[in-house]
């Protein structure tokens, strides 16, 4: 027994901040109907603050959490409802998670180029009364310091003032009424932003505690160790049904607890300590997304007043004038011709590689094309399908000696296998249910398959040798063979995206995202149409994986590990996600911004990170233009030029008469 | 009654929802070409039995049997292959797609086609015959003008018929028709009421009605079921079920309408 406490107690304040975390998640869930993935990322901006603040700066550990968690947080809270979150809240799951999407993956990028990149080693803890270098008492032999005393009574006193609040004011009432219809309850007098504004004010104070409270804990800490706080916060708060704060709260703490308890007993050399101890918290996920039927209905709530709601605007291609559509069709011909032209005549070797980085990575951008923009689905795993093929390629090639391109199409195959098995599993679930599904798969296969040094080389990845390419000469890495290579794949892969679109699966995916139970209802057999997306979308990332990796010249853990995968997302959304110039947009552009950031700023301020940041900003607006705010832009511009040039009479009511039939045509 | 074997078989239908019996002991059966009302007051049970039908909700008790095969286990896409169309209480139509595309999805899933491999061998184009087809059933319901219009743009009246097209599309042997003057005026009501007479009459279809106005149930049915509670209070011709004290009781009596 004493041996089990000794392993168990030192899980509790990892169990508290998962708690808290996991507690910020159903609170905001309920009130506002945002699953917040960006607590995570909050927390983590807090934490690293106050560390820079007390390490650095020498601030006390009080002055800093008044300015990191009791004015910070609730700042950022405020600002993410009052900028984004409430312009969307009759909006679909999709835009939320998005949103929330593009802020975890935009704030741990803009702290480093804020305040450039640091260690941070957390040593101070927010009560002044509690030493983190004092041990008060020992139970069961393990001492009792000062970050656990802070920990577990910071956690507990803010769980009971939070579960007054919202079981016994008026506040609480009125924050759970406001969950369906912020303009519901509004009709009934109450003041339904303001209500949700002290939601995300609550839960975000709530996040920057945690932040602050975990980092001593951990010690060193980093941005990864706050994706181990999300996941974790996710998991319980799954199990909570996004509803329950106790059981939410109480089930953060089982997980840290059986995290320290099975630390303990598994040997650390076995294969149990290295792959299943850091998946645990994916297990949890799994198991709820699977076990818990009604996480399958999280998305099932419409706003009573969503008929209110204006249609989406209809796409530029859709609306323009045939005129106007002609010499727009020439004019990207040009530009084409022109750009392969340059490509393989005067454009230097660096901006090649840029460009041709650009074309790979567009390929992987398509496959999310497919499933979010034609399927109405978020995948959050694109980067590790486009991982298994990569690998797959490379190891056969390393081991078996098979060309890498004939590798390419079997890694591809097996990219669709596996998106096939992941489709299988959660052929129930959609929206956030299936975002969390291929989330939690990203993060174990980050976990394990990615983590095998037999199958990924490790950290350094597996570097590609030109002789598994079997023409040297030709495939040489030169940057026109990559060129040409990059885009004949890219060309085939829009023509089966675009084929797709336009025929029957494309209709049947376009009728399944307006309404999957009509669609069944017709003879539709909706499992196998995902099944079919999500095999198509696997097999394009797969054979973008290699090619982008091909590129680079090493296939590498850390190019597809879950991260990335948000971060394709983030790009995509940015451009637009329901169409292949969208998506070429946003690989091209990626790559582009981030060159002439390089050559442009100093290196103390990481041109990566702030392209990140770049595109994340940019992926908020799709809170207000979901078509992508390049498309918008593309609208706009063509209706200025056409008002200016093409003002003819019978043209002006040809269009408008197509953009009432078009009227909210995405595709 | 056209034939003597029941299109549409349901015996001791039960669906509950916790403490909450919405479908008590359900009975009746709907022969192939006939016109069945089922009306009751809100609350009755009618569109839980729809979904029962259509595969939606898994009924804990009974068996529905359509067209000789038993329905239980079937998922709705099956069932409506086997000839089952339904519109819907609660207007389900898909966003973002025009009106032709909606009864298009629905005269594929009809022929069977949807095969990733046509797709990408580009020989999943619009045939002559399809477009055809899909005009004929615009043309019946009465929404031709409308055809090339994204549903974004439309009523909900509209979007009624649209459903009714797209159902029709599909050639069902029965179609399940919830609710489907909802929001529509009296002049539309009355022309909906025609086109499901001549889907009946002409094209042999079976109609399973839930309608709340009583006039159109009157003209459009052959005979009536009568839910209230979950449970069935009677069964005959309209005349005959309107004239059931239970069913004045428990229905008309709730509208204030006096028998």
Partial sequence: MEQFLGFALPGVPYGCTYALVAVCL???????????????????????IFTYLTEFHGWSGFEAFLVTVVALGPIMGWAFDRLIFRHISNSDSTTKMVCSLALLVGIPSLLP???????????????????????????????????????????????????????????????????????????????????????????????????????????AFTSEDYVTLTVTAIAAAAWALLRSLPIAAAVAVFIGVLTTVLQGYISPSSFFYAAIIPSLPFIFLVGALLLLPKLRELDANRDPLATIDPPPPPIAATTRAPSMDRIIRVGWWVIFAGFCVSMLTWIPDAWTTVFNNGLTLSIVLLSITLITGMAGQLSLCQATLAGVGAFTAAQLANHLGLNLLVGGILGALLAAATAVLLALLSLRLRGLGLALM???????????????????????GVSIQSKWLGTKEFFNFNGHAMFLLSLGVLIVAVIVVLLVRRGTVGRNLAAMRGSETATAGLGVNPSWQRIVVFALSGAVAGIGGLLHSL?????????????????????????????????????????????????????????????????????????????????????RSTQRFERLFFAREAEAEELKARAISASGANG | MADATPLLKLHNVCKSFGGIQAVSSITFDVFAGESVGLVGPNGAGKTTLFNCVCGQLRPEQGDIVFDGVALTGLPTY???????????????????????????VAERSRRGEGRLWRDLCNMSKTTKDEEERVDAV??????????????????????????????????????????????????????????LRTVQRERGTAVLLVEHDLAMVAEVVDRAVVMDLGAMLAEGTFDEVMADPQVRDAYLGQMGISA
Wanted: charged fraction near 15%.
């Fill in chain 1, 551 to 635: 590129e680079q010249q090493v296939v590498s853990p850390t190019d597809w590990n879950a991260d990335f995968s948000l971060v394709l997302v983030v790009l995509v959304v940015t451009t637009s996600v329901t169409t292949v110039e969208g998506a070429i947009q946003a690989g091209i552009g990626f790559f582009v911004t981030e060159q002439i950031l390089t050559t442009v700023l100093p290196a103390r301020i990481g041109a990566s990170s702030l392209t990140v940041v770049l595109f994340a900003f940019g992926a908020l607006t799709y809170a207000q233009h979901p078509e992508g705010v390049l498309e918008y832009q593309k609208r």
């Fill in chain 2, 138 to 195: 615009l043309e019946l319901v009465g929404i031709s003008q409308l055809a090339d219009t994204s549903v974004n743009a439309l009523g909900l009246g509209n979007c009624r018929l649209v459903e009714l097209a797209r159902a029709l599309a599909t050639e069902p042997k029965i179609l399940l028709a919830d609710e489907p003057s909802s929001g529509l005026d009296l002049r539309e009501t009355s022309e909906l009421a025609a086109v």
């Fill in chain 1, 438 to 460: 291929t989330l939690a798969f990203a993060l174990f296969m980050d976990a394990t398959f990615f983590n095998a040094v037999s199958i990924t080389g490790g950290p350094e």
């Fill in chain 1, 113 to 219: 180029v804020i305040f450039g990149a640091q260690n941070l080693d957390a040593t101070v803890t927010i009560l002044p009364f509690f030493n983190p270098n004092v041990v008060y008492f020992t139970i069961a032999g393990t001492p009792i310091n000062g970050i656990y005393l802070s920990t577990i009574s910071v956690t507990v006193v803010v769980l009971v003032l939070l579960t007054i609040l919202l079981r016994y004011t008026s506040l609480g009432l009125q924050m759970r009424a406001a969950v369906e219809s912020r303009r519901l309850v509004q009709l009934d007098g109450v003041n339904g932003n303001g209500v949700v504004a002290v939601a995300w004010i609550v839960s975000s104070f709530m996040a920057s505690l945690a932040g602050v409270l975990f980092a001593p804990v951990f010690g």
């Fill in chain 1, 26 to 48: 159903v609170l905001t869930y309920q009130a506002t109907g945002v699953f917040n993935f960006a607590f995570g990322a909050q927390a983590f901006a807090s934490a690293f």
């Fill in chain 2, 78 to 104: 099956k069932r409506a292959r086997l000839g089952i169309g339904r519109t819907y209480q609660r207007v389900e139509v898909f966003m973002d797609m025009s009106v032709r595309d909606h009864l298009m």
